[in-house]
């Protein structure tokens, strides 16, 4: 029922619409939450043991997924790169690259509002996403999505996905529950 009802709903074209501020996170996180805490035998867990008892990503998570796997097939030519992303070998390794963020624009300087809108989009977001990937997984080239999917995923599992929501992840010391921050938190411990 979550699956059909509820999910559906909140994850059609999150590529697009994909919030970046803290609170409108915790917004949809909560939807998730309410609904894995009505689920008779695990009204007794946290909502981390429950994502983790059903198998299930945080809805934020879910959304980077997407970013991730998305950006994979833009750079791979499997879907047409609307966001004209570029990747690049930096020795061994493939990124994504961008331009930087302009700091003006025919002589007028850009509002920091606007750099901030630039810096938090699709394509910025997608790129940030993909190049704190493992080297092995952003070097797979060549192959299904499915089998980029299973790598992915297998990564994922051993970084936490504890979002901060309501108390729930007091104790957790990434800034964020984004892949971004919980992995540059694993890289220092």
């Known amino acids: 029922m979550f699956n059909s009802y509820i999910k559906s709903k909140l994850e059609y074209c999150s590529l697009v619409w994909s919030p970046?501020?803290?609170?409108?996170?915790?917004?949809?996180e909560r939807i998730q939450k309410i609904?894995?805490?009505?689920?008779?035998?695990?009204?007794?867990l946290d909502y981390h043991q429950r994502l983790k008892k059903l198998n299930l990503y945080s809805l934020e998570r879910r959304r980077e997924r997407y970013l991730i796997i998305n950006a994979w097939q833009q750079i791979e030519g499997l879907t047409e790169n609307v966001?004209?992303?570029?990747?690049?070998?930096?020795?061994?390794?493939?990124?994504?690259?961008?331009?930087k963020i302009p700091i003006g624009i025919n002589g007028k300087r850009i509002k920091e509002r606007d750099r901030t809108l630039i810096h938090?989009?699709?394509?910025r977001k997608s790129e940030r996403l993909f190049n704190v990937l493992p080297q092995s997984?952003?070097?797979?080239?060549k192959t299904t999505t499915e089998t980029f999917k299973r790598h992915l995923d297998?990564?994922?599992?051993?970084?936490?996905?504890t979002p901060k929501i309501?108390?729930?992840?007091?104790n957790v010391a990434a800034e964020t529950n984004s892949i971004f921050h919980q992995t540059r938190y694993c890289l220092i411990r």
């Open 137 to 141: 997984i952003r070097n797979i080239t």
């Open 20 to 28: 970046w501020h803290q609170n409108e996170i915790n917004k949809l």
């Open 83 to 99: 966001l004209g992303l570029k990747a690049r070998r930096l020795g061994r390794s493939r990124r994504i690259v961008s331009a």
């Open 166 to 170: 309501d108390g729930y992840g007091a």
């Open 120 to 123: 938090n989009s699709t394509a």
């Open 35 to 44: 609904f894995t805490s009505k689920i008779y035998g695990l009204d007794q």
């Open 154 to 161: 297998k990564w994922l599992s051993s970084i936490p996905d």
